[in-house]
């Protein structure tokens, strides 16, 4: 996206924050925000990446993940060291932003007037549960805050999941964190956690551009997150990324069979493939059709537009 265009629609959001008259971004400008993506989209106006690409992105691996976007140009995606509720898990899902901030009182109330007045409920920290849908994921910038940080406990737990059927990750703490365990299904990745209550912070804007970490995240992205890490793909490069990483798996599983065979050389395998190793491997897709993570016209187009 051309830079002037990003500072410009942030400081529209901004702009309108202190005006109070949003909350979160208009539909119309999360397509703006998002215009490389060419497919279906939420209401809110967020992308929305297919079920399917969501379920095989599990499979993935995060430095697969990584090096495909890295590759792309896409270098600040990843985030490490957290918290894991449930470490052995991997979730995948949407993304639903929201940026809390340091309280200041007058903006505070700008937010929270404007929000009663389109019918919000509950403390700020709620708002953006009640716009979940299946598969999205609650991502909050809370800024590392522990102490008096904690954006949810296990009522709001239990909310979130039954929302989503996912979970949370949070750029900052819980609270209740047994309970958040008990919620069976749900997740969470998060930078700590305390018995307190949140205070002196106060909501920002829901689904507007934030800061997890190193990464930069906007609504709609597809989260990754395994126990070594959360990568946030772009939602225009989530199929392209799944892709990719699903054909590495195939071209290393044929690559390091036919190592053990003896049949060619490390060099010949790590070096772009001949004519003969790129016939073999096509007959070996065909006695094996069960590997195929994807459809076969899928692979077929995949290798056209790329050289392997």
């Not at 600040?76 to 901030?101: C, K």
């Not at 700008?110 to 403390?123: P, Q, S, T, Y």
């Not at 590392?144 to 979970?167: C, F």
């Not at 609504?219 to 590495?248: C, Q, S, T």
Request: hydrophobic content about 40%; charged content about 25%; overall charge neutral.
């Amino acid at each position: 996206m051309n830079k002037h265009f990003f500072i410009f629609l942030c400081a529209l959001w901004l702009t309108a924050a202190a005006n109070a008259q949003q909350v979160t971004l208009t539909p119309d400008q999360l397509k703006a925000l998002t215009p490389e993506w060419t497919g279906e989209r939420t209401p809110d106006g967020r992308p929305h990446v297919a079920d399917k690409f969501l379920q095989r992105l599990k499979k993935v691996g995060l430095e697969e993940a990584w090096g495909i976007l890295r590759n792309k140009g896409y270098q600040n995606q990843f985030e490490g060291e957290w918290m894991v509720i449930h470490p052995d898990s991997v979730m995948t899902g949407r993304v639903v932003t929201a940026q809390y901030l340091p309280m200041r009182p007058d903006l505070d109330k700008l937010i929270r007037d404007k929000g009663k007045a389109e019918g919000r409920i509950g403390n700020t920290n709620s708002w953006p549960i009640d716009v979940l849908k299946e598969g999205d994921i609650y991502v909050a910038d809370s800024y590392g805050k522990i102490v008096d940080g904690t954006l949810i406990g296990d009522n709001l737990g239990n909310a979130i999941y039954a929302h989503s059927h996912r979970g949370v990750i949070f750029y900052g703490s819980v609270r209740d964190i047994e309970g958040l365990e008990e919620i069976e299904g749900f997740n969470g990745w998060v930078k700590g956690y305390d018995p307190s209550y949140i205070q002196q912070m106060m909501l920002g804007g829901i689904n507007v551009p934030i800061r997890i970490g190193r990464a930069t995240v906007l609504p709609g992205d597809a989260v990754l997150a395994k126990k070594g890490g959360v990568v946030f793909i772009p939602a225009h490069l989530v199929e392209y990324v799944v892709l990719n990483a699903e054909f590495i798996q195939l071209r290393d599983e044929f690559g390091h069979l036919r190592l053990r065979q003896g049949k060619y050389t490390p060099g010949q395998i790590d070096a772009q493939w001949s004519d003969e190793i790129k016939k073999d491997f096509l007959r070996w897709l065909d006695e094996n059709p069960g590997k195929l993570p994807m459809t076969r016209a899928e692979l077929d187009q995949f290798m056209k537009d790329r050289t392997w």
